[in-house]
């Protein structure tokens, strides 16, 4: 992986300072961040001094994920493990449960015992790439969500090729800030009620 990958993910013993910190900033009424928006920011109406308490704390409500998604599982799937293993923290920091897998035979075998409701993949494996692991996925377990993840050159030709074969995928560009990773995630498994596993 590129230099960019390191700088916003900088190795196993700071993944768990990223991990609070970002926790922190996700559960505060002001988050902001280099790639938050505007938009992302809940509407509060005039009130009088003793309702914004209240609303003070439903506003964290609404920054954080909500508590009803903590039976959600996320599979994290990168060959870097500071990364696969930091995203996986601050999913489980949310009330996700979240594994990480470092190559895509690993996360096969993952798929297999545990089902996630989403997996997102890094594009660029040792061994089978992470477009053809999203083949797989969406052919073997097809509600499981995709979500593609890359900042490697070789990215849009993999895609073109897969769209050839009529396969579709969302992918995010690196580095991602992780507040983006949770909003794209929550996004996606809103169009599941109900979590894939019994």
């Known amino acids: 992986m590129g230099q ?15 991990a609070e910190k970002v926790s922190s900033e996700l559960s505060g009424a002001g988050h902001q961040s280099e790639t938050s928006h505007d ?6 109406p005039e009130t009088s001094n003793r309702e914004q308490v209240t609303i003070a704390s439903q506003q964290r409500d609404i920054v954080s994920m909500p508590t009803r998604k903590s039976n959600r599982r996320v599979l994290i799937v990168d060959d870097e493990r500071s990364i696969a293993d930091t995203l996986s923290l601050i999913f489980k920091t949310q ?4 594994q990480s897998a470092y190559s895509a035979e690993r996360a ?8 996630p409701d989403l997996a997102i993949v890094d594009v660029i494996l ?4 992470g477009i053809d692991l999203a083949i797989v996925i969406k052919a073997n377990y097809p509600n499981c969500h995709v979500l593609l993840f890359s900042g490697h050159a070789n990215t849009a030709m993999l895609l073109e090729e897969a769209g050839r074969k009529g396969h579709q995928f969302e992918v995010l560009a ?13 996004t996606l498994l809103q169009s599941t009620e109900e979590p894939l596993y019994d």
Not at 4 to 18: A, K, L, N
């Open 4 to 18: 960019r990958d390191t700088e916003i993910f900088p190795g196993d013993q700071q993944g768990r300072e990223i």
């Open 39 to 44: 938009d992302f920011e809940p509407f509060v």
């Open 95 to 98: 009330h996700y449960e979240a």
């Open 108 to 115: 096969i075998e993952i798929l297999a015992e545990w089902r």
């Open 126 to 129: 040792p061994e089978m790439n």
């Open 174 to 186: 690196k580095p991602v800030h992780p507040s983006v990773m949770l909003e794209r995630a929550s």
